[in-house]
């Protein structure tokens, strides 16, 4: 979707300022936000593509004037009253207030925390079909506007690159981020010029690499 998340390419918000040494944390409430969003998730059984969607939902105001985990925060309870699995007054109020919904996920057990992050969750998929496009293949980006989510961010639409690698068949967020399934696709790696995406005065060494589904792509 077109919203306030969507930032690629665009100027004035200033330079990015990295922080040396940078903590995983800044505060206490981040980890117990962090320790939240895995719970809910698990017990929950959405998947990731979902939750980034919660995120973008967010007015544009909203979105940009939170940090990272303030959009967490507010994107959980989204999730917990979409699902069933909290109220709005157990929300507010911070504490269940009646018997605990059922779950159509798992517990998350403590010990399972860090070797999941550790292997993540692979998003191939086996299949008997063979891609569409092959590396060295030019191709163009398709000039779409979903109001879901999609993986084709905005600056990079109807513009011309170069498949690079064929990265497999896998999970299509554009689907399963909407309760539609997980409905692989194939993915390539697309590199795309900048003067193809910010015109003549672009940096001419510049170039950006997309991993893009087949949807989003047709020959050029």
Avoid: C, Q
């Avoid at 293949?137 to 690159?161: E, F, K, Q, S, W």
């Avoid at 590199?191 to 991993?211: F, N, Q, Y």
């Amino acid at each position: 979707m077109n919203g306030g998340h969507d930032l690629g390419g665009m100027m004035g918000f200033g330079p990015i300022d990295p922080e040396p040494e940078e903590p995983v944390f800044h505060a206490e409430w981040e980890r117990r936000m962090f320790a939240i969003e895995m719970a809910t998730g698990a017990a929950g059984g959405w998947p990731i593509d979902e939750a980034r969607h919660t995120h973008e939902r967010a007015t544009p105001t909203a979105y940009l004037s939170m940090s990272y985990y303030e959009r967490w925060l507010a994107s959980a309870g989204k999730r917990l009253l979409e699902h069933g699995l909290a109220t709005a007054e157990e929300i507010a109020s911070g504490r269940s207030l009646g018997p605990p919904a059922a779950i159509r996920g798992s517990k998350l057990l403590a010990a399972d925390v860090a070797p999941g992050m550790a292997t993540g969750k692979p998003y191939s998929r086996p299949t008997d079909t063979t891609p569409a496009f092959s590396v060295g293949d030019r191709v163009r980006t398709r000039n779409i506007h979903p109001a879901g989510h999609t993986r084709l961010p905005r600056y990079a639409r109807g513009r011309i690159g170069t498949v690079e690698r064929i990265n497999g068949y896998m999970v299509f967020p554009d689907a399963n981020a909407h309760g539609l399934g997980e409905d692989p696709k194939w993915n390539y790696a697309v590199s795309i010029d900048g003067a193809e995406l910010w015109g003549p005065d672009a940096d001419p060494a510049t170039s950006v690499s997309l991993d893009l589904w087949e949807p989003h792509l047709e020959g050029a």
